[in-house]
């Protein structure tokens, strides 16, 4: 786009107001709007986040390209953030505000990123003359979809170009990322905007990752705390659903995986902001393993497949009633060992799940010391534990990729989302109810998942059996049973 404003701006050197019209760039406004065009389309700002001067800012007002909105909406039984859709009133607070010098409210929910203030406005750029230009060529990945996947990716093409939306109930490991990329080729070339949202910061660096080298010639940022990318204006996004708070009718093409994942499926707010960020005239796909019933009542398309075709890893139960005591003395019991001991391929990595932050730091020593006794590692350097507010998890989680870890111990931020090809899973303590059924599926799927290893072991050590995990097992065998039965 840069290349395009500097060609423009040579070609109309000394006629700064001129208005443009050109078919391939799709642009009817005065050069001089063009690069806050360019910047602020399709998002809702406050004015600290415009980064613009006053007098500019009344012109792009005055001339009506922003749209000035108010922040919190008051009413006598509601507030609500108009920026993060809050409306719980303890997430307000009173400030005495230093700009307009009366004490009002203010919102607590969305604060990390940037204050809304009451006396403050929202910004929102309206015109719709900005589009990108049309890319040929824009897909460059090397891969090829299995009859399941393309099957899934026609119906993904077919809601696009009707407009409507669909759920794709993929299988962990079906390989549901390379399935949306024939849509998300599709709306690009056409010079759509795509956002591929998710609620895990994991998935959103593994999906970028996995963009990066599929897409060539087209802008591409991810977005979510602590991202340094700047592109925010990037035609292909990849973002978390709380990052999109800064969005408004941006995106052509909205596409939210692991859409039953906390804290998604549970908080309205983080739903209406990602509605929020696509287009009226637009699709949304929801992408997920383990849809909850809800989600099952959209038009849905089901691939049960893994793309090597072998079935889903059924976990093996393995009861310790020494269990719960065991681990309050920061040990492992002795059933620990005989998994170990019953594991086909020791040369696998192993992911070991446990449902507290406390466990994954009290356990680390322990493993590490049954994992030298066994010979299956030299140093204690080969294991790591890892939790949502690790400062090094995103380094840990490389390293166990990179395979320079043998061990890791993770709480259930790594339970979906995450490719690691060759590994067995111990899930401890599975009877915990942070472990709920679609959870443990998705913990199940971690397993077996390149065609060079598509096997594996998974082991719930538990003192009881409970629902979730009758219900996790049943619907893993129903998936198997459906694959036998399904020719795609
Ligand atoms: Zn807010
Ligand atoms: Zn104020």
């Not at 980064?51 to 001339?63: D, P």
């Amino acid at each position: 786009m840069k290349d395009i404003l500097k060609k423009l701006i040579k070609k109309l050197a000394g006629e700064s107001d001129q208005i443009i019209d050109s078919s391939s760039y799709r642009l009817s406004i005065p050069l001089k709007v063009y690069p806050y065009a360019l910047k602020y389309h399709g998002k809702l700002l406050t004015k600290d986040e415009l980064l613009i001067s006053k007098q500019k800012l009344e012109y792009l007002i005055k001339e009506n390209y922003l749209k000035v909105l108010p922040s919190i909406n008051q009413t006598a039984n509601n507030t609500e953030c108009l920026r993060c859709k809050n409306n719980s009133f303890e997430c307000f607070a009173l400030i005495d505000c230093k700009r307009c010098l009366n004490t009002h409210l203010y919102c607590r929910s969305c604060l990390q990123m940037n204050r809304v203030l009451a006396c403050e406005s929202l910004y929102y750029w309206h015109d719709k003359s900005i589009v990108f230009k049309e890319i040929e060529q824009v897909n460059h990945w090397q891969g090829e979809l299995t009859n399941a996947q393309q099957y899934g990716a026609k119906k993904a093409i077919n809601a696009f170009e009707h407009q409507t939306d669909k759920l794709i109930w993929a299988v962990t490991g079906s390989g549901k990322t390379e399935l949306v990329f024939p849509v998300i080729t599709h709306a690009l070339e056409q010079g759509m905007r795509v956002c591929v949202a998710s609620p895990r910061v994991d998935v959103v660096k593994e999906f970028r990752l996995r963009v990066e080298s599929a897409f060539k010639n087209v802008s591409i940022a991810a977005l979510y705390a602590g991202s340094e990318e700047q592109y925010e204006n990037a035609q292909l996004i990849i973002s978390t659903n709380h990052q999109l708070l800064r969005f408004k009718r941006a995106f052509d093409l909205l596409i939210i995986d692991e859409v039953d994942a906390y804290p998604y499926s549970s908080d309205q707010r983080l739903k209406k902001i990602t509605q929020r960020s696509r287009k009226k005239q637009g699709t949304t796909i929801y992408l997920t393993a383990t849809p909850n019933q809800s989600l099952k009542k959209l038009p849905t398309v089901f691939i049960p497949t893994r793309f090597h075709q072998q079935p889903l890893i059924i976990p093996q139960l393995k009861y310790s009633y020494q269990l719960n005591k065991s681990l309050k003395d920061k040990k492992l019991p002795s059933e620990f060992t005989q998994v170990l001991n019953s594991r086909k391929k020791p040369q696998r990595q192993l992911l070991i799940f446990v449902p507290t932050v406390k466990l994954s730091i009290d356990l680390k020593a322990e493993i590490i010391r049954m994992l030298i006794n066994k010979s299956l590692i030299k140093n204690k350097i080969e294991v790591e534990s890892v939790h949502a507010s690790d400062e090094n998890r995103s380094e840990k989680v490389n390293k166990f990729r990179e395979k320079k870890l043998y061990c890791l111990i993770t709480t259930t931020i790594l339970e979906r989302g995450v490719t690691f090809p060759s590994v067995d899973v111990i899930v401890i303590q599975a009877d915990n109810q942070v472990f709920n059924s679609a959870g443990l599926v998705q913990i199940s799927g971690r397993a077996g998942r390149s065609s060079a290893d598509p096997n594996g072991h998974v082991y719930f050590m538990i003192n009881n059996n409970t629902e979730a995990i009758k219900k996790s097992i049943k619907d893993l065998k129903y998936m198997n049973a459906l694959t036998n039965e399904l020719i795609l």
